[in-house]
């Protein structure tokens, strides 16, 4: 009886000190924005004692670049705990991977129709167009009274911007015609209320959106005019850039979540699935947020499994969204030197079992104290190409923490290793190593 109530306890206090926390980064060259979300949540209790502590330093992400971000955990509650973190993985990219399609506007989505908020997700995007650089660098907008080839209204908002003119050699007196014409659709405008337009100056055209067009022009008459923008042209061919079936989502979750989901549900996930906000920061990781046809299609649990994504010392390794979605691996984490594989299991360490998709720090972490650093930087390899045009990723760092009891790692109230048999195999090695750290 006295065993069974040990036993009890032993159970109730797993189960009430079971803490998780979670934290992601959004790394988008486009936006170069970042999203950091800290979570702590048990089972039983409110309690934020254990956390993931990010030191995040955001830089523009672009093909060779990179950017701190140490990550490591701490814990300021008052009982000791073992302590894993695992990955979940959203990359939204290209669907036809960064390859560019011109067509007629009467082709059905040639011409792209603003949308607020636009996901882009299983529809044409534009290829957008620097049209407010257009304007500074000189280019002036042609009346549309002046332009053949336009079949309006169907290219209303199609812009035909030209710079140069005519010049006469002072000493020949002949004639020379030299000029530059850029087409553009403007797809959305944001009000002015100082009535100023396009092209006039003091207008803020930065805040318009512009799609790419091209097109064959010719001259259909000069006017006598000197300057380009007053003459007549001839337009053929016009057609309008965009990026066909828009962008879609690739999703990871490299590990099982032995806790509920952000929504309170026993998924498996941590965030993938819901939606919310961290930090002023919209999420949308629901199906139909990432473009899926229903809920079973988010991902399943998928450990890495292949050298080149698990770590077993210092140094770079790849994640598992581009390789999944592109085919490539240039999104890349910097692990510390504080990392080591199961053949090494010694104080103070991290260590990722494949078996599971966790990395295990290899001894309890006590009251007060932060472990060893597992990431350091985030790397956007200099190998990246097209297929990463206008591509965002999401880096969820997941964090779980159960008391530092050796039931506690094969309980259901805890991590339950081994699934409810005697461990094996790398988890077992694992689990040798934390109980006896305690």
Same mark, same amino acid.
């Given at each position: 009886?006295?065993?069974?109530?040990?036993?009890?306890?032993?159970?109730?206090?797993? !189960?009430?000190?079971?803490?998780?926390?979670?934290?992601?980064?959004?790394?988008?060259?486009?936006?170069?924005?970042?999203?950091?979300?800290?979570?702590?949540?048990?089972?039983?209790?409110?309690?934020?004692?254990?956390?993931?502590?990010?030191?995040?330093?955001?830089?523009?992400?672009?093909?060779?670049?990179?950017?701190?971000?140490?990550?490591?955990?701490?814990?300021?509650?008052?009982?000791?705990?073992?302590?894993?973190?695992? /990955?979940?993985?959203?990359?939204?990219?290209?669907?036809?991977?960064?390859?560019?399609?011109?067509?007629?506007?009467?082709?059905?989505?040639?011409?792209?129709?603003?949308?607020?908020?636009?996901?882009?997700?299983?529809?044409?995007?534009?290829?957008?167009?620097?049209?407010?650089?257009?304007?500074?660098?000189?280019?002036?907008?042609?009346?549309?009274?002046?332009?053949?080839?336009?079949?309006?209204?169907?290219?209303?908002?199609?812009?035909?911007?030209?710079?140069?003119?005519?010049?006469?050699?002072?000493?020949?007196?002949?004639?020379?015609?030299?000029?530059?014409?850029?087409?553009?659709?403007? /797809?959305?405008?944001?009000?002015?209320?100082?009535?100023?337009?396009?092209?006039?100056?003091?207008?803020?055209?930065?805040?318009?959106?512009?799609?790419?067009?091209?097109?064959?022009?010719?001259?259909?008459?000069?006017?006598?005019?000197?300057?380009?923008?007053?003459?007549?042209?001839?337009?053929?061919?016009?057609?309008?850039?965009?990026?066909?079936?828009?962008?879609?989502?690739?999703?990871?979750?490299?590990?099982?979540?032995?806790?509920?989901?952000?929504?309170?549900?026993?998924?498996?996930?941590?965030?993938?699935?819901?939606?919310?906000?961290?930090?002023?920061?919209?999420?949308?990781?629901?199906?139909?947020?990432?473009?899926?046809?229903?809920?079973?299609?988010?991902? !399943?649990?998928?450990?890495?499994?292949?050298?080149?994504?698990?770590?077993?010392?210092?140094?770079?390794?790849?994640?598992?969204?581009?390789?999944?979605?592109?085919?490539?691996?240039?999104?890349?984490?910097?692990?510390?030197?504080?990392?080591?594989?199961?053949?090494?299991?010694?104080?103070?360490?991290?260590?990722?079992?494949?078996?599971?998709?966790?990395?295990?720090?290899?001894?309890?972490?006590?009251?007060?104290?932060?472990?060893?650093?597992?990431?350091?930087?985030?790397?956007?390899?200099?190998?990246?190409?097209?297929?990463?045009?206008?591509?965002?990723?999401?880096?969820?760092?997941?964090?779980?923490?159960?008391?530092?009891?050796?039931?506690?790692?094969?309980?259901?109230?805890?991590?339950?290793?081994?699934?409810?048999?005697?461990?094996?195999?790398?988890?077992?090695?694992?689990?040798?190593?934390?109980? !006896?750290?305690?």
């Amino acid at each position: 009886m006295k065993k069974n109530n040990k036993k009890k306890k032993l159970m109730a206090a797993a !189960a009430a000190l079971a803490l998780i926390a979670a934290i992601s980064g959004t790394f988008a060259w486009i936006t170069a924005q970042d999203q950091r979300i800290n979570r702590a949540e048990s089972a039983a209790v409110s309690d934020n004692s254990v956390t993931v502590k990010e030191t995040w330093e955001p830089k523009p992400l672009v093909p060779g670049t990179e950017a701190t971000k140490e990550v490591a955990v701490s814990n300021t509650g008052t009982a000791s705990v073992f302590v894993r973190v695992s /990955y979940e993985e959203v990359l939204k990219h290209l669907d036809k991977l960064g390859a560019e399609k011109y067509d007629a506007s009467s082709v059905t989505g040639a011409k792209y129709t603003y949308v607020a908020n636009d996901s882009g997700l299983n529809k044409h995007m534009p290829i957008n167009f620097n049209g407010d650089q257009t304007y500074k660098d000189g280019f002036v907008q042609v009346p549309a009274a002046q332009i053949t080839g336009l079949a309006t209204p169907a290219d209303d908002n199609a812009k035909l911007l030209v710079k140069g003119g005519k010049t006469k050699d002072p000493v020949t007196g002949v004639e020379k015609i030299s000029y530059e014409a850029k087409m553009m659709h403007e /797809y959305f405008t944001h009000a002015d209320n100082t009535g100023k337009k396009p092209g006039d100056t003091g207008y803020d055209a930065s805040k318009n959106k512009y799609q790419s067009m091209t097109f064959n022009i010719s001259v259909a008459n000069e006017n006598s005019k000197l300057d380009a923008k007053d003459w007549n042209f001839a337009l053929t061919s016009v057609k309008y850039g965009y990026y066909e079936n828009g962008y879609k989502n690739t999703t990871v979750n490299w590990a099982k979540s032995s806790l509920p989901d952000e929504d309170g549900a026993a998924t498996g996930r941590a965030l993938i699935g819901t939606d919310g906000v961290r930090y002023s920061v919209d999420y949308d990781y629901t199906f139909g947020g990432l473009g899926y046809a229903a809920a079973t299609d988010l991902p !399943a649990v998928t450990p890495a499994t292949v050298a080149d994504q698990i770590p077993t010392a210092a140094g770079n390794k790849g994640v598992q969204a581009d390789t999944n979605g592109l085919t490539k691996s240039s999104i890349r984490i910097g692990y510390s030197a504080d990392v080591t594989d199961t053949t090494l299991l010694v104080n103070e360490k991290w260590v990722y079992n494949k078996e599971d998709g966790w990395f295990y720090y290899t001894v309890p972490v006590k009251s007060g104290e932060t472990t060893k650093n597992l990431l350091e930087k985030l790397i956007f390899d200099s190998s990246m190409s097209t297929e990463y045009t206008n591509a965002s990723y999401d880096l969820v760092v997941k964090m779980e923490a159960v008391q530092a009891n050796a039931d506690a790692l094969t309980d259901t109230a805890g991590w339950h290793l081994g699934g409810g048999t005697t461990p094996t195999g790398d988890t077992l090695a694992i689990v040798t190593k934390l109980k !006896a750290g305690i």
